[in-house]
């Protein structure tokens, strides 16, 4: 089963996918671990674009997070919003 017939065509929220693509991560490890290497590495590969999938909805919410402050700046008279630390490569407090 690929993700295309998977979760997203059930409707399942990020965490759901998210959770999934954790198993199958987990799935591959004990698949390799049992010499069934050819099934681990599907599993890796389907964990891989569930994980990918993820990282573009992160991204692609953080570019509308941005776009609403700045638009909140611009009714509310307001300077525009700092860039957000985490798109810039800055750390900030209390993150390693």
Excluded: K, N, W
């Excluded at 941005?66 to 509310?76: G, N, V």
């Amino acid at each position: 089963m690929t993700m295309q017939e998977g979760p997203g065509a059930r409707g399942l929220g990020t965490a759901a996918r998210y959770d999934r693509a954790y198993f199958l991560d987990q799935l591959g490890d004990s698949l390799a671990g049992l010499g069934r290497h050819e099934a681990a590495i599907e599993a890796y590969r389907e964990a891989g674009q569930g994980f990918e999938a993820l990282v573009r909805y992160f991204s692609l919410a953080q570019d509308h997070l941005a776009a609403c402050r700045a638009e909140l700046a611009s009714l509310l008279g307001g300077p525009p919003p700092l860039s957000d630390p985490a798109r810039s490569g800055v750390s900030s407090p209390g993150r390693g």
